[in-house]
């Protein structure tokens, strides 16, 4: 089975500065900065000891395993796809300790089953992509403005619809209606994620262009 793969385009904005910051905010700037600059696996292992550090922060943990299923994505092998998507799932598991019925953490979580979908659809497919479709509607439940959860579960939509034969600029209006969400949404806490935007735009651009 064919899938559209959710990628990430990084907004980060370093908010504190100056002497008062503690410890935990300049871990995660530095964290947030180091994978923007490309070096995505280095912010891992910082994300690794901030989470370490930190035992009561989810978002540490959250970036960890956002980051090692986001690259899974772009491995082949099938060895190195596993090792990657297993410490996703270990510090996906821990974040969800910290903060459960997260929507952000179901996300990734959809994001982690979508990658052994996108490596081997006759395989996995069957077996991972009703999880998928009920981890997107539950996420739906817990935060229908969450423009994140809204084009993730487009996303996934749509790459049904494709593998069915379906044309995907049927969901050109819900696009539409998605992006608006990131003009409203607002962070709940500090270093709240805020990616999204520019790539949802890329996506309607790429389905819905006459």
Known sequence: MQ??????ALMISVVF?????????KGMEKALTTWQSGKALE??????RIATAEADQWLPAYYVALINTIESFQQPELE?????LNKAQEYLNLAKGISPNNPELLLVEAQWYTSWVAFDGEKYGMQY???VA???QQAGQLAPENPRVAFGKLEWDMGTARFFGQDPTEFC?????????YDDFEATEEFY????KDYGLEVIERTCKQ
Do not use: C, D
């Open 3 to 8: 899938t559209i793969v959710f990628t990430l």
């Open 17 to 25: 500065t100056g002497s008062g910051q503690t410890q935990y905010q």
């Open 43 to 48: 912010a891992s292992n910082i994300f690794e």
């Open 80 to 84: 190195k796809r596993k090792a990657m």
């Open 129 to 131: 992509a009703p999880k």
């Open 134 to 136: 009920a981890i997107y």
């Open 173 to 181: 209006e819900a696009l539409q209606k998605a992006i608006l969400l």
């Open 193 to 196: 994620p805020q990616h999204g």
